[in-house]
Each structure stands twice: as structure tokens, then as C-alpha cells.
């Protein structure tokens, strides 16, 4: 299985552009993420979870690799650090597929 994540910080004014995105990509999920969901980062903290936990969940979905509970930890990071860094006047965009 192979997929593809990516985030895209957009300006508020830019929501037509994600508009655009979302059609024209070919992705399982596409979601905005805007500065109100600054209220979920204690949980999305990757210091509240280990690999264990995080492989066992990929394996649960039919989705366990090698690393998959180090690549869990990376992206909690990554989307836990980008949510955090909103701006009020920007949106991230999350598309994965």
C-alpha cells in the first residue's frame, strides 16, 4: 500500500484555492485545519504516545510496516508542530491518499 500525506499552510483568503486543490487531487481525505483546532494539540502531543501504541493502531487497521510506529510519531509531530504554528488569518490544508 502506498500513500501520500501533505500540508499546505494557506492564507484565509486562499480558501478557494484548497477548493481547487481538494477537486483536482485524486486523495482518500482532504481536511482543513484552521487555528480552532489548536484545542486537540495535548492530545496530538507525540510525548502522549509511544511506537508501540502507535504500530499496534496501523496494525489494528491492516496498515503495520517496520517503522509504522516511528512514521506514527513523526507525523503526530509534524501535524502537532504545524497546528500549533496557525496564524488566526491561515488554514492548513491536510490531504492524505
Given at each position: 500500500?502506498?500513500?501520500?500525506?501533505?500540508?499546505?499552510?494557506?492564507?484565509?483568503?486562499?480558501?478557494?484555492?484548497?477548493?481547487?486543490?481538494?477537486?483536482?487531487?485524486?486523495?482518500?481525505l482532504a481536511v482543513l485545519l484552521s487555528p480552532g483546532h489548536k484545542r486537540y494539540l495535548d492530545p496530538l502531543h507525540?510525548?502522549?504516545?509511544?511506537?508501540?501504541?502507535?504500530?499496534?493502531?496501523?496494525?489494528?487497521?491492516?496498515?503495520?510496516?517496520?517503522?509504522?510506529?516511528?512514521?506514527?510519531?513523526?507525523?503526530?509531530?509534524?501535524?502537532?508542530?504545524?497546528?500549533?504554528?496557525?496564524?488566526?488569518?491561515?488554514?492548513?490544508?491536510?490531504?492524505?491518499?
Open positions: 500500500m502506498s500513500s501520500i500525506v501533505s500540508l499546505t499552510l494557506l492564507d484565509t483568503n486562499a480558501l478557494p484555492e484548497f477548493a481547487r486543490l481538494a477537486r483536482e487531487a485524486a486523495y482518500d507525540p510525548n502522549g504516545h509511544s511506537e508501540a501504541e502507535l504500530a499496534e493502531h496501523f496494525a489494528n487497521a491492516g496498515l503495520d510496516f517496520e517503522e509504522s510506529g516511528l512514521v506514527g510519531l513523526d507525523g503526530l509531530r509534524l501535524l502537532h508542530d504545524e497546528i500549533d504554528r496557525l496564524h488566526p488569518d491561515e488554514v492548513l490544508l491536510l490531504v492524505v491518499g
